[in-house]
């Protein structure tokens, strides 16, 4: 697989060893190192989590006119320096061994180093890297699964699974195969911190589900994990046989049926009779099996809600214990409130001695001011009568007036008395 939409002599320069234009030219050397990482990670691993190196890598990468590319494992240690890619080996030990890769050189820590030495024209180890960037978008497609079964949990065991039934929760099918399924069962453990990982179970483990842990190990698969998965997985093979059998009682009774109508021979009937029964009570003992495992699974839901409702009523006692040793002994407080209500009782006493102090106002002055205004109030109702009975007669002579002076008027002014 060729690089495409680049000129021929560019081609050229890309196929070639230019690991000497380091020296002679960096810009062309930084330019190729780009060109080849871009299409690795974007284009001939689109979509993928992993990146095959070795021979099988440089024969998809032959072109007809140049053959193989002598370069590669530069780029490849330059997107190992980066972070881009990891080795599976080194992934697999954490982050913290990334971070080792990432800030020694590659003459320092030789086995990042992509390149075989003894051999020149399969000169790239036969390794395996993970690709960062699409596991990281993976991680994103599936993070919204996770956080609804976190939001969704009521119970402890509704936190543990066997692998398969973890993915089916993610709905994650088929889309991945094995290798990258036990990649991503790395990173949600070692780089995410979501899970742990015991074998064939999977508990959940981050900090939005910390409550429901009863376990006292969240940072292990326990026993006690091992055997809620036991029960679980039990209850539903149950479950699945139950539903088995009731197809296969359902399927010999309708052969009953049509032996019946073609009244086929007594042998005949009597077997499948025979085998109904037995059926029904296949069923009826995986049914009192499924009943048994359903108790025991209610029984460990009520005991992890016991658990959990003992530290609710621990943190309960511990926190009123707090409060009531801040607030102090109970004599303490009785002569707090005393001592409040004396110093409240010498503030009213104060209050009222300042009332009295204060500029007192003269009573009898403010009654003979009272009888002056209502003396006043009565003059004046006394003349306002007075001006209603005076009459104003028609024969009166009208005056001429002056039309720049003020018109005659009918009004007498009285004056009122002061």
């Known amino acids: 697989m060729c690089i495409d939409n680049v000129p021929k002599t560019r081609l050229k320069s890309l196929y070639s060893d230019f690991k000497v234009l380091k020296e002679l030219n960096p810009e062309g050397f930084a330019a190729n190192k780009r060109l080849w990482s871009d299409f690795l990670v974007d284009k001939l691993s689109k979509d993928r989590v992993v990146l095959e190196s070795g021979s099988k890598l440089l024969q998809k990468l032959k072109c007809d006119d140049y053959g193989v590319p002598l370069s590669i494992d530069v780029v490849l240690n330059d997107l190992v320096q980066h972070g881009t890619l990891v080795e599976m080996g080194e992934f697999r030990k954490g982050p913290s061994t990334i971070l080792k890769v990432v800030r020694w050189p590659f003459k320092l820590f030789n086995q990042s180093d992509s390149r075989l030495k003894h051999n020149e024209k399969n000169y790239l180890k036969p390794v395996d890297y993970v690709i960062m960037p699409h596991l990281e978008k993976r991680y994103e497609q599936l993070s919204n699964k996770l956080d609804d079964i976190c939001s969704r949990a009521t119970t402890y065991k509704d936190l543990i699974f066997t692998q398969s039934k973890f993915w089916q929760k993610l709905e994650i099918g088929s889309r991945w195969n094995e290798v990258e399924l036990s990649i991503m069962l790395v990173y949600l453990e070692r780089y995410k911190l979501q899970i742990v990982v015991g074998g064939e179970i999977v508990k959940i483990c981050n900090e939005r589900v910390a409550p429901l842990d009863v376990s006292g190990r969240p940072d292990k698969v326990t026993e006690l994990d091992k055997n809620i998965v ?5 209850k539903e093979n149950n479950l699945l046989q139950m539903e088995n059998l009731e197809r296969q009682i359902d399927k010999i009774s309708q052969h009953l049926a049509r032996s019946a109508k073609e009244q086929r021979s007594r042998d005949v009937i009597k077997t499948q009779l025979r085998i109904k029964q037995v059926l029904q009570a296949k069923l009826k003992e995986s049914c009192s099996r499924y009943e048994n495992l359903a108790l025991v699974s209610l029984d460990l839901d009520t005991a992890a809600e016991n658990v959990n409702l003992q530290k609710t009523y621990q943190n309960v006692h511990s926190a009123l214990k707090t409060v009531n040793e801040y607030s102090g002994e109970i004599a303490h407080l009785q002569d707090l409130i005393n001592d409040i209500s004396d110093e409240r009782a010498k503030t009213q006493e104060v209050s009222e001695i300042l009332a009295q102090n204060s500029g007192s106002i003269d009573e009898i002055e403010i009654d003979q001011e009272l ?25 009166e002579p009208k005056v001429e007036c002056d039309p720049e002076s003020e018109p005659p008027t009918n009004k007498i002014q009285v004056p009122l008395p002061s």
């Open 371 to 395: 009888e002056s205004l209502i003396k006043s109030m009565h003059e004046q109702d006394e003349a306002l009568e007075k001006l209603k009975k005076l009459e104003i007669k028609d024969t």
């Open 230 to 234: 036991s029960v679980e997985t039990s």
